[in-house]
């Protein structure tokens, strides 16, 4: 299979130039919110007529990137499953889904069954794929791919994160220009530039004196001036980002359009990542984490188990997503990342143990979907690299072309150093 | 599951052997076995007790033999259903990453896949323990980083799965990846070379013994110079402040502890539950975010104030002192050294008497109205000093 050819995208992986008119137009706003910025009087209104909420947002071009870790190692071969090539059931004699039951994509690959509520958006164009896809090192490692992946920067002395990287270069200065729907930072957010986490934004506030917020506040920035960064960070960025949030409309809002989210984690995670959206706030990257993926045993089969019931979760969550947003889905674009693929043999514990080439999800309103991207590499004998699915594309080319075409970014080179790749035309330009 | 995490948390804030639980805490972390997780609820328990209670200040190797045959891990890490014919490399190569060398070793994917192969074997029983099954064991000869195993029989296998994890557990690589483990909870995120050089001679000399590792680093001077260099974790501010607060166990019960765990949990640190095998991180850079920040100033409000959880014997803020200052500059000061164990710098104090609007000589007294409504926002904000949130 060769790389997407018909979405009319440009080659040149600096500009991401294409449909010149609209992003001349856009350019020019840019420029002139750029302008007014370094007089520093600009406020930059986004987001829908009804929701609308200044902020000042200089740099930012309106877009959300949502990455969705899938830790722990997702099997791709089992959500899009090549079931044109006899390899992949001669492999997996147990747990391979089975030709008959896939939604069908194409010649070669069908999606889980799990994964019907995507098959919309796979229909209208919003919904695709890029397989196997891969790091340039082929760590078989958990953490150590996960710390690569994240940090993206192989081979240099860079320690960053790579969303930390991209808000720096693309910087709002807001508080809320990243945001992780988690407790935890994740590690690719490691790094200066601004960025809050938080679980809900209903109910983002401080228990307290009830009816002397301004000086409660007050008092706990004074206590960290002069205090280390490691601890005078995350309070600073906590006041000013309960204060942002405290202006922000809906959100405590439910979801929209019918959008019904799965009772769980994700779910919730999603759901709170819509409001965020939909509120206008310049949220430049979104990461949220759906793990539990590391299946060495007891992976299940097509109609029950641990994968089924995970792309249940996964797709449900997803389809909401789209749903919930309306007319924010057009400016968002949410890209899944796992640190790699499994094995392509099955164990005898009906799992996969770990591998490499893996299977990206990309779901937006710029995404060239209906199609599966990239290079198959293939499942014979002789194509596997240690038993495992090669990787053909790296990772980076995906999020490079998301970052360049759809979120504003110029030169990869601050946010990927040394990385060389180019676009496969996963998405259009904005 | 649930009683083993409010268990361990109940422990941690109110046991008397405080040393003997962050040794705990440290092993749970390497041996990690997540807790709460459906597959193990049956042996978790007994793994807690009988693999890291029973070795924490014991021998390592004989805790890393312990957790092999244990059914916790083999379930936990598939080795019950690795066979010759087809291996699950799971616990072989976290065995290597995660519980001894550490990735940065070098180790091949080899290694690793030879590692997997001398393991299997190790499996669950009928009786549900953990047993040795010949039949499952691949007793070819291999080397596992620089580890020889020559051709063996079925039944010798064994032997050389105990031979392989005792070499292992004292190899001077996995020496000093754990002695930085123990260093990194007691002495700084970046320990010093010189003194896990030192902790790896001990582990070393003595076999993997825990006790005299611990010396080392307990007679070192970069831990007596370690205060004031860590960021409490939020398990350790749970704990830190309950206990700074003297804060009583509930008089019957558990509503109270099951509520805290139920908080520690939501921030993603309750004891033994992370959820991947690589333990909890143990750095700053893991754990201090906005959000998590939040959640810690709103437990310090909670329990300054004795709000939640009710079942708790909170102490009334009035009675943390002996006695009221007769100034708000001293009571801000007394705050400091009854909760933080030292004075509040110029910073935090300032922010503190600007919260209660007084000047550093206005008169105080028991009988002050402020002070009597209005102490335990200043205990809260004790708490939420950098002063506090550094260790």
């Given at each position: 299979?060769?790389?997407?050819?018909?979405?009319?995208?440009?080659?040149?992986?600096?500009?991401?130039?294409?449909?010149?008119?609209?992003?001349?137009?856009?350019?020019?706003?840019?420029?002139?919110?750029?302008?007014?910025?370094?007089?520093?009087?600009?406020?930059?209104?986004?987001?829908?007529?009804?929701?609308?909420?200044?902020?000042?947002?200089?740099?930012?071009?309106?877009?959300?990137?949502?990455?969705?870790?899938?830790?722990?190692?997702?099997?791709?071969?089992?959500?899009?499953?090549?079931?044109?090539?006899?390899?992949?059931?001669?492999?997996?004699?147990?747990?391979?889904?089975?030709?008959?039951?896939?939604?069908?994509?194409?010649?070669?690959?069908?999606?889980?069954?799990?994964?019907?509520?995507?098959?919309?958006?796979?229909?209208?164009?919003?919904?695709?794929?890029?397989?196997?896809?891969?790091?340039?090192?082929?760590?078989?490692?958990?953490?150590?791919?996960?710390?690569?992946?994240?940090?993206?920067?192989?081979?240099?002395?860079?320690?960053?994160?790579?969303?930390?990287?991209?808000?720096?270069?693309?910087?709002?200065?807001?508080?809320?220009?990243?945001?992780?729907?988690?407790?935890?930072?994740?590690?690719?957010?490691?790094?200066?530039?601004?960025?809050?986490?938080?679980?809900?934004?209903?109910?983002?506030?401080?228990?307290?004196?009830?009816?002397?917020?301004?000086?409660?506040?007050?008092?706990?920035?004074?206590?960290?001036?002069?205090?280390?960064?490691?601890?005078?960070?995350?309070?600073?960025?906590?006041?000013?980002?309960?204060?942002?949030?405290?202006?922000?409309?809906?959100?405590?809002?439910?979801?929209?359009?019918?959008?019904?989210?799965?009772?769980?984690?994700?779910?919730?995670?999603?759901?709170?990542?819509?409001?965020?959206?939909?509120?206008?706030?310049?949220?430049?990257?979104?990461?949220?984490?759906?793990?539990?993926?590391?299946?060495?045993?007891?992976?299940?089969?097509?109609?029950?188990?641990?994968?089924?019931?995970?792309?249940?979760?996964?797709?449900?969550?997803?389809?909401?997503?789209?749903?919930?947003?309306?007319?924010?889905?057009?400016?968002?674009?949410?890209?899944?990342?796992?640190?790699?693929?499994?094995?392509?043999?099955?164990?005898?514990?009906?799992?996969?143990?770990?591998?490499?080439?893996?299977?990206?999800?990309?779901?937006?309103?710029?995404?060239?979907?209906?199609?599966?991207?990239?290079?198959?590499?293939?499942?014979?004998?002789?194509?596997?690299?240690?038993?495992?699915?090669?990787?053909?594309?790296?990772?980076?080319?995906?999020?490079?072309?998301?970052?360049?075409?759809?979120?504003?970014?110029?030169?990869?080179?601050?946010?990927?150093?040394?990385?060389?790749?180019?676009?496969?035309?996963?998405?259009?330009?904005? | 599951?649930?009683?083993?995490?409010?268990?361990?948390?109940?422990?941690?804030?109110?046991?008397?052997?405080?040393?003997?639980?962050?040794?705990?805490?440290?092993?749970?972390?390497?041996?990690?076995?997540?807790?709460?997780?459906?597959?193990?609820?049956?042996?978790?328990?007994?793994?807690?007790?009988?693999?890291?209670?029973?070795?924490?200040?014991?021998?390592?190797?004989?805790?890393?033999?312990?957790?092999?045959?244990?059914?916790?891990?083999?379930?936990?890490?598939?080795?019950?259903?690795?066979?010759?014919?087809?291996?699950?490399?799971?616990?072989?190569?976290?065995?290597?990453?995660?519980?001894?060398?550490?990735?940065?070793?070098?180790?091949?994917?080899?290694?690793?896949?030879?590692?997997?192969?001398?393991?299997?074997?190790?499996?669950?029983?009928?009786?549900?323990?953990?047993?040795?099954?010949?039949?499952?064991?691949?007793?070819?000869?291999?080397?596992?980083?620089?580890?020889?195993?020559?051709?063996?029989?079925?039944?010798?296998?064994?032997?050389?799965?105990?031979?392989?994890?005792?070499?292992?557990?004292?190899?001077?690589?996995?020496?000093?990846?754990?002695?930085?483990?123990?260093?990194?909870?007691?002495?700084?995120?970046?320990?010093?070379?010189?003194?896990?050089?030192?902790?790896?001679?001990?582990?070393?000399?003595?076999?993997?013994?825990?006790?005299?590792?611990?010396?080392?680093?307990?007679?070192?001077?970069?831990?007596?110079?370690?205060?004031?260099?860590?960021?409490?974790?939020?398990?350790?501010?749970?704990?830190?402040?309950?206990?700074?607060?003297?804060?009583?166990?509930?008089?019957?019960?558990?509503?109270?502890?099951?509520?805290?765990?139920?908080?520690?949990?939501?921030?993603?640190?309750?004891?033994?539950?992370?959820?991947?095998?690589?333990?909890?991180?143990?750095?700053?850079?893991?754990?201090?975010?906005?959000?998590?920040?939040?959640?810690?100033?709103?437990?310090?409000?909670?329990?300054?104030?004795?709000?939640?959880?009710?079942?708790?014997?909170?102490?009334?803020?009035?009675?943390?002192?002996?006695?009221?200052?007769?100034?708000?500059?001293?009571?801000?000061?007394?705050?400091?050294?009854?909760?933080?164990?030292?004075?509040?710098?110029?910073?935090?104090?300032?922010?503190?008497?600007?919260?209660?609007?007084?000047?550093?000589?206005?008169?105080?007294?028991?009988?002050?109205?402020?002070?009597?409504?209005?102490?335990?926002?200043l205990v809260a904000l004790t708490l939420d000093t950098p002063s506090f949130t550094i260790r």
């Amino acid at each position: 299979m060769s790389t997407a050819s018909t979405s009319g995208t440009a080659n040149d992986p600096r500009c991401g130039c294409a449909e010149g008119s609209r992003l001349t137009s856009r350019r020019t706003v840019l420029r002139a919110a750029l302008a007014a910025a370094a007089t520093g009087v600009t406020t930059y209104a986004v987001g829908d007529v009804s929701t609308q909420v200044s902020f000042a947002a200089p740099g930012w071009n309106g877009e959300t990137l949502v990455v969705l870790s899938l830790h722990g190692g997702f099997d791709g071969l089992s959500a899009v499953v090549p079931g044109g090539d006899g390899a992949y059931y001669a492999a997996r004699p147990t747990i391979a889904v089975p030709r008959s039951t896939l939604l069908g994509l194409d010649q070669m690959f069908g999606l889980h069954p799990a994964m019907a509520p995507l098959v919309p958006f796979w229909k209208n164009g919003t919904f695709g794929v890029v397989h196997a896809v891969g790091q340039s090192d082929p760590t078989r490692s958990h953490f150590a791919a996960m710390e690569q992946m994240e940090t993206a920067a192989p081979g240099s002395s860079v320690r960053t994160g790579w969303i930390d990287r991209t808000i720096g270069s693309l910087g709002t200065g807001s508080v809320l220009g990243a945001v992780g729907i988690s407790n935890q930072q994740p590690r690719s957010f490691a790094g200066p530039a601004p960025k809050t986490t938080t679980t809900s934004l209903d109910g983002f506030s401080l228990i307290g004196p009830g009816d002397d917020r301004p000086t409660w506040h007050a008092a706990l920035r004074r206590m960290h001036t002069g205090a280390r960064p490691e601890v005078a960070a995350p309070a600073t960025t906590l006041l000013s980002a309960m204060e942002d949030v405290a202006k922000l409309p809906g959100r405590t809002a439910g979801p929209a359009n019918g959008a019904a989210y799965p009772d769980s984690d994700l779910g919730r995670a999603l759901a709170q990542a819509a409001v965020l959206k939909k509120s206008g706030a310049p949220v430049q990257v979104i990461a949220l984490d759906y793990g539990d993926w590391d299946m060495h045993a007891g992976l299940g089969r097509v109609d029950g188990g641990w994968m089924r019931d995970k792309l249940t979760e996964l797709s449900s969550a997803l389809a909401a997503f789209a749903t919930d947003l309306g007319s924010a889905f057009g400016s968002t674009t949410l890209v899944t990342l796992s640190e790699f693929g499994r094995r392509v043999g099955e164990n005898a514990s009906g799992g996969l143990d770990h591998g490499h080439g893996n299977a990206v999800l990309l779901l937006g309103g710029g995404v060239v979907g209906g199609r599966v991207h990239g290079v198959w590499p293939g499942l014979g004998a002789d194509r596997l690299v240690d038993g495992d699915l090669a990787g053909t594309t790296d990772y980076r080319s995906v999020i490079g072309e998301v970052l360049q075409k759809r979120c504003g970014a110029g030169s990869l080179g601050t946010i990927f150093p040394g990385f060389g790749g180019s676009p496969l035309g996963v998405v259009r330009a904005r | 599951m649930l009683e083993t995490g409010r268990l361990t948390l109940a422990r941690q804030i109110w046991s008397t052997r405080q040393l003997f639980e962050v040794v705990v805490d440290v092993w749970n972390n390497v041996l990690h076995v997540t807790n709460p997780s459906s597959e193990v609820w049956a042996s978790r328990q007994d793994y807690d007790r009988n693999v890291v209670r029973r070795h924490a200040f014991g021998s390592f190797g004989d805790m890393l033999v312990a957790s092999a045959r244990h059914p916790a891990m083999l379930t936990y890490l598939d080795n019950t259903s690795s066979t010759a014919a087809q291996p699950n490399e799971n616990y072989g190569r976290e065995l290597l990453e995660l519980h001894t060398l550490g990735v940065e070793a070098g180790y091949s994917e080899a290694d690793v896949k030879n590692s997997a192969r001398l393991l299997t074997g190790l499996t669950i029983g009928r009786d549900g323990g953990g047993t040795y099954d010949a039949g499952r064991h691949d007793g070819a000869g291999r080397s596992i980083y620089g580890f020889g195993v020559p051709p063996h029989s079925a039944a010798d296998g064994n032997g050389w799965i105990d031979a392989y994890l005792r070499w292992l557990a004292v190899h001077p690589v996995t020496a000093r990846r754990l002695s930085a483990k123990l260093a990194t909870r007691f002495v700084s995120d970046t320990p010093p070379a010189a003194l896990l050089d030192a902790m790896a001679r001990t582990w070393v000399q003595t076999g993997g013994q825990v006790v005299p590792v611990l010396r080392t680093m307990f007679d070192s001077t970069h831990f007596w110079a370690s205060a004031g260099q860590k960021v409490r974790t939020p398990q350790e501010d749970y704990v830190a402040t309950l206990r700074t607060l003297g804060t009583g166990m509930e008089s019957s019960g558990v509503g109270g502890i099951t509520k805290i765990f139920w908080h520690v949990l939501d921030q993603g640190h309750a004891p033994m539950a992370w959820p991947a095998p690589n333990g909890y991180p143990d750095v700053a850079a893991a754990w201090t975010s906005p959000s998590l920040t939040l959640s810690r100033w709103n437990r310090h409000m909670d329990f300054a104030a004795g709000w939640y959880p009710p079942e708790l014997r909170f102490t009334p803020a009035l009675q943390l002192l002996p006695s009221i200052p007769s100034t708000y500059g001293a009571l801000v000061d007394a705050l400091g050294v009854r909760l933080t164990g030292s004075r509040l710098n110029a910073d935090e104090k300032a922010a503190l008497l600007q919260y209660a609007g007084r000047s550093e000589g206005s008169p105080c007294s028991s009988g002050d109205r402020w002070v009597q409504n209005n102490l335990r926002y200043l205990v809260a904000l004790t708490l939420d000093t950098p002063s506090f949130t550094i260790r």
